[in-house]
């Protein structure tokens, strides 16, 4: 039980570090995107969030760096 507060612990302070810088960016994207169609925000932050949760691949960082663009152009 011990072990599993502890890990816990450690998963919580290394999701809140990880994601503290990026927070008011998800948080613009994410209230962004509803105003568009809904199979198209549902999409779109889910991409987004896997690009924020994987982005040492490629395809993650291209995706973080042409998402502010494509939401401009819709």
């Known amino acids: 039980m011990i072990l599993l507060l502890f890990y816990g612990m450690k998963l919580l ?3 809140s570090d990880f994601f503290t810088p ?3 960016l998800l948080l613009f994207f994410l209230f962004l995107t509803p105003l568009f169609s809904a199979p198209l925000s549902c999409f779109t932050s889910l991409l987004l969030f896997l690009a924020i ?3 040492h691949y490629p395809v993650s960082s291209a995706l973080l760096f042409f998402y502010p663009c494509v939401v401009l152009i819709l």
């Open 13 to 15: 302070a290394f999701i």
């Open 22 to 24: 990026m927070l008011p």
């Open 53 to 55: 949760l994987y982005p």
